[in-house]
């Protein structure tokens, strides 16, 4: 059964619910018992022997959970006799009994279900009535790993809680990020480190601080173990929202994680893995979520700890956090020394420009490319995420930079490379295929400038698209028709990014129209300046500041001067400006013979319609 289909015939146990519950909280009690029945069917293999074990144990009067682990070949077990197919035999009993089962896990798979605060869905699905029928529902479900795979049953959840949230307005997009964008990331994430990573035995971790339902951890996981059966990803993560928590704790349990590295709680305000630092990291944080809640506390570790917290650079402004997530990121890399780190995190534009020199925003950004650790940008399609039709982008951050990317950064504009879905789901029109996320990853791995060559026919219709690489030939247009040419990738210096904005001073004059002068101090005979007449001007890092005033300033002020003490240095990454493709307007002739033609054609249907 795939996922869809899966989640379909879970979907139709929630029809049950309907009239005693509203929609808005179907999705809290189908997830824990999709969650339970899973559990359940995990641990079916080994169930006779671990409550063997347990009953033995248990006599001699030591402490059974050691031998339990072993004997049920997992990191959990269940110690009561009963399952949920057993539960079927006692209709009058089905509440106490359950709650008796879901108490016989072990005390990491209970933390699960007090998440959902499972023990009150049962008393009241018991009290509608409704609790043996939903649990005889759901103990037909076989969702056993040799039916279902972990990667199906994650995929499963995330289009649960994707049509729970649909039907309650809430926004599903918040728990979770689409596939292939994840495995477009963690092939960015990886491309470089393929050899390392075949190595036998190889052990690495990755993290994830807005972690949702672990779908990021679980498509690398599965990276890894296509590439290298033998190598280890450990996975870490923390989560907000309670009912993702626990579904991603359920997931890293059944992959035979280590639970206690999935945290709960506010990632920004109670970091749950203090001093931790990491090999690889993945995020999605929220976009333009304000952080007006934790702002004390963020605001307390910036100012008493600077650069020995997590937010030395700076601030960004209290309606978008997002940035906070990028430098919490930044405080977990391993050091280089170490071996070094590589993340990748999903922004939305504000985070490339928003914000002037010297503001919070923009010293995060000098911060990053200053210390030359931003690998590539790459700007995805709008219309790919399930809450926002809005363009965003895939920072890909390192501190191990090989040596050809020293001192530069790779834009690469994948905004183009997408396929429109048979179905939109909320938000997501668009989808990038298999073949479109390998050209992404080749046009970063290989750290090459290319250009897309798009080619249209006789009658202007598309028929190709051509990824061209630096130093390869452009195709030729085919008979009558053109070929449009836009860079795709582009490979910059860190100092592109960066400027300087000074203040021009203009003085102030008398009615007669002479400067006025200072009179005392230190102003004392200078001209004194005319606020209403103050400007800036942005220069940029690469150009002399007076050879930049005296060409496009002088010449239209004369008396004009730089107030040197108010000079800032920011940065920006105008990633549009870097990309944009002048098209010359079409001849005035041929607008001209297309309006004729127009006109032409309204005047006879004007004369038929008067005859």
Not at 59 to 78: C, I, Q, T
Not at 145 to 165: C, D, H, T, W, Y
Not at 431 to 448: C, Y
Request: one cysteine or more.
């Amino acid at each position: 059964m795939n996922h869809q289909s899966l989640a379909a015939f879970i979907w139709s146990i929630a029809d049950l619910l309907r009239g005693d519950y509203k929609q808005s909280e179907y999705g809290r009690v189908i997830l824990p018992f999709t969650i339970l029945r899973r559990l359940d069917c995990v641990l079916a293999p080994t169930k006779d022997a671990v409550l063997a074990e347990y009953k033995v144990k248990s006599a001699m009067g030591v402490n059974p959970e050691p031998f339990l682990l072993r004997a049920a070949k997992l990191s959990f077990y269940n110690t009561d006799p009963l399952d949920l197919g057993k539960l079927m035999g006692d209709q009058d009993n089905i509440a106490a009994n359950l709650l008796q089962y879901v108490d016989g896990f072990s005390p990491a798979v209970r933390d699960i279900f007090e998440q959902f605060e499972f023990h009150a869905k049962v008393e009241k699905l018991a009290k509608t009535g409704l609790l043996y029928q939903v649990a005889e529902r759901f103990s037909q479900v076989d969702l056993h790993p040799s039916k279902v795979s972990n990667s199906a049953m994650g995929l499963a959840f995330e289009e649960l809680i994707r049509k729970f949230a649909e039907i309650s307005n809430d926004t599903a997009g918040e728990h979770f990020t689409p596939r292939e964008v994840i495995r477009l990331m963690v092939d960015l994430l990886f491309v470089e480190d393929d050899d390392a990573l075949n190595l036998p035995g190889i052990v690495r971790t990755i993290y994830d601080p807005t972690a949702g339902t672990g779908g990021m951890l679980s498509v690398a996981g599965e990276y890894l173990a296509e590439h290298n059966p033998q190598g280890h990803l450990s996975m870490f993560g923390q989560e907000l929202n309670p009912e993702s928590y626990a579904i991603c704790k359920a997931d890293m349990l059944i992959k035979g994680q280590a639970i206690e590295n999935i945290a709960f709680g506010n990632t920004l305000s109670d970091d749950g893995h203090p001093s931790r630092t990491f090999d690889y990291m993945l995020s999605n944080p929220p976009f333009g979520v304000e952080w007006k809640k934790v702002e004390k506390q963020i605001r307390t570790e910036h100012e008493q700890k600077g650069y020995d917290g997590r937010f030395g650079p700076g601030l960004p402004r209290v309606s978008d956090g997002s940035l906070l997530f990028l430098m919490h990121l930044l405080s977990k890399m391993r050091p280089w020394t170490e071996g070094g780190c590589r993340f990748g995190i999903v922004l939305n534009g504000s985070p490339l420009f928003t914000g002037g020199a010297g503001s919070g925003e923009s010293e995060i950004r000098r911060y990053v490319l200053e210390n030359d650790l931003v690998e590539a940008i790459v700007a995805l399609p709008t219309d790919m995420f399930y809450n926002t039709g809005i363009a965003t982008y895939v920072w890909v951050i390192s501190n191990r930079k090989p040596d050809a990317r020293r001192g530069k950064v790779q834009l690469i504009d994948a905004s183009s490379m997408w396929r429109k879905m048979r179905k939109s789901l909320g938000s997501k029109r668009k989808e990038m295929s298999d073949e479109q996320i390998a050209e992404v990853t080749k046009l970063f791995g290989s750290f090459t400038e290319a250009t897309l060559a798009t080619v249209f026919d006789a009658d202007g219709k598309e028929v190709d698209r051509i990824v061209v690489m630096e130093g390869e030939p452009d195709p030729a247009a085919p008979e009558g028709g053109k070929v449009k040419l836009a860079p795709l990738s582009r490979i910059l210096p860190n100092m592109a990014f960066g400027y300087r904005t000074i203040t021009v001073e203009r003085p102030q004059r008398d009615e007669a129209g002479k400067i006025v002068l200072g009179q005392r101090g230190k102003a004392k005979g200078k001209p004194q300046a005319d606020s209403s007449l103050r400007d800036t001007e942005n220069v940029p890092l690469s150009e002399e500041i007076e050879t930049y005033f005296a060409r496009e300033v002088l010449p239209h002020a004369e008396d004009a001067w730089i107030d040197t003490t108010k000079t800032k240095v920011g940065y920006e990454i105008p990633f549009t400006r870097h990309f944009y493709v002048f098209e010359p307007p079409r001849p005035l002739a041929e607008i001209d013979a297309e309006l004729g033609e127009v006109t032409d054609r309204i005047k006879a249907m004007l004369e038929g319609l008067a005859a």
